[in-house]
């Protein structure tokens, strides 16, 4: 027993937040196909499957990196105070928020309880966050990654559930902080990649989650503002130009290595594929519902791949390894 802990725990000790990742590329797929529902009449039990899949990799995901925090607190620290690595802790509270929407039909008081605890929690993220970057020397112009977005745009999450919820003027409150900082970061990111050095190959699947504000700010707006107006068609244009533009970056994504930042391809498909059936509702078109199949196609693919990529990669113990 004593050598399975000791062969298990060191592996334990390099398991990364960036796993809940996972959950929200899941959650995201989960509420993509439950809108497809509705939208293109398919059969809701691939939504109840893939959302009893996201719950249980969420809980999974939350003993583990339990585990961790008892066992390793030294490396939960290091990990937390890393200026990259630590952009996506909040990616738990994203995914808290996520599971409060996939669960809005399921039960509306659990779907409350895990929304009120994700934007409290989110929002603590934020504030920590952005007191880091005020106030610590540490962080660098290499240091701003898409990923940066994770902490603080993710407030732009909050409205799809707090309107059901009736808590209008706090979706709107974070709607604001997620759409104002998202243009702020954004040029950050992009002054970093124009006129610095560019991003590292491990790094490079993170530029999808430039398409995840846009997509996921036209979902909020739409929700809060209950129809499509011009500034939600920016919003919804802006997402659709960016994955033209990465499309056109395919032979760079073809050569990279697998990493767990692969799964930042995942959310930011699945919220474009949302973005676009609302798109349709909204506006119906030949052209809409050809790109929502493409885009659900394409989205339950890639997720299905990484998923299947990811655990043949724990097997073959090709991550929870020191960098």
Known sequence: MQDTSEQTLPKLKFFPAAFFSIVMGLTGLTLAWDKAVTVLGVTEAVAQTLLVVSALALLLIVITYTFKAKNYPDAVLEEFQHPIKTSFFPAFSISLILMSIATLHVSKELSFYLWGAGTVIH??????????????????????????????????????AGVEHGFIELSWFCFSIGIIYWIILKAL?????????????????????????????????????????????ILFYSAMFLLLLLITQLPKFSKINFYMSWWAYSFPLAALTIATMVMHQHNPSPFFQYMIIVLLTLSSVVISTLFIRTILAIIRNEIFLPE
Not at 132 to 150: C, G, R, V
């Open 189 to 233: 990111i992009f002054n970093r990649m124009f006129f610095h050095d560019p991003l590292p190959q491990k790094l490079l699947p993170t530029l999808f989650i430039l398409i995840a504000p846009p997509a996921v700010g036209f979902i909020s707006y739409v929700k809060l503002n209950g129809d499509i107006d011009n500034f939600a068609r």
């Open 123 to 160: 929002l603590s993220f934020t504030l920590h966050t952005l007191n880091q970057w005020i106030h610590h020397p540490k962080f660098k112009i290499e240091h701003s990654t898409p990923a940066w977005f994770i902490p603080v745009v993710g407030n732009i999450l909050v409205p799809i």
